[in-house]
């Protein structure tokens, strides 16, 4: 597709379960970003990808969260165990690659899976 | 750290109107800086931005300049029309290469 995709859009679960949500990123972006964006706030960085590494994670809120790029293309993020305090908004975002093309690179959204830990 | 506040909402307006949204912002060194809009059931898209000082970005009616000397990014526009009620967010892209958002504003505008 042409824009960057996320699945499930919305997603219930009860406390303690674990979650996958998954980001198709644009062909060819090398970097993925995900944020958290609690109900009525701005998004809030999670962990960012340079193709199949890591480079940041300093936003992810604890040792449940743990976001993977294996192949640098598709990404998920889990969440094990989850809390009530989990319920947000979850954004995947991708650009081209820091380097390639006028920085800092267009970050491109996409539309987000709703959590809600009940 | 970073950090950017925007003007808290909702803001009202009749269409038409002039359109003013503050932003301000805290980093070191020099972010770029942005605005996105989130309309009802989609995903954030940039709206427009500015990547140095004295720098204007404009899209679809809407300006911004980068003031460095006041570190604001104010939204703008001369007319708005009942399709630009959405939710805006102010941001900014620092040396810890990630976007730092503002808590958004909700814009409605009336016809």
């Known amino acids: 597709g042409a824009g960057v995709s996320q699945s499930p859009r919305y997603k219930v679960a009860k406390r303690g379960q674990d979650v996958a949500l998954r980001c198709d990123p644009i062909s060819g972006h090398v970097s993925l970003f995900w944020y958290q964006q609690a109900l009525g706030q701005g998004p809030e960085f999670l962990t960012y990808?340079?193709?199949?590494?890591?480079?940041?994670k300093s936003g992810l809120p604890s040792d449940r969260f743990f976001a993977e790029r294996p192949e640098g293309s598709v990404s998920t993020l889990k969440i094990q165990r989850t809390q009530q305090e989990d319920s947000a908004v979850y954004l995947c975002a991708s650009s081209l690659g820091l380097g390639r093309g006028p920085p800092p690179d267009t970050q491109y959204f996409g539309p987000g899976t709703r959590l809600t830990v009940l | 750290g970073n950090s950017v506040t925007q003007m808290e909402g909702p803001v009202t307006l009749s269409e038409e109107a002039f359109l003013t949204i503050n932003c301000t912002y805290t980093a070191t060194g020099y972010p770029s800086l942005f605005w996105y809009v989130q309309y009802p059931g989609e995903g954030l898209q940039l709206l427009l931005k500015a990547t140095k000082a004295d720098d204007k970005g404009s899209n679809k009616g809407f300006e911004a300049t980068y003031r460095k000397e006041t570190t604001s990014f104010h939204l703008e526009k001369g007319s708005v029309q009942v399709s630009d009620s959405a939710v805006y967010f102010c941001a900014l892209f620092g040396s810890a290469r990630q976007l730092t958002f503002g808590s958004g504003t909700q814009l409605t505008v009336l016809p």
């Open positions: 990808f340079q193709n199949e590494a890591q480079l940041d």
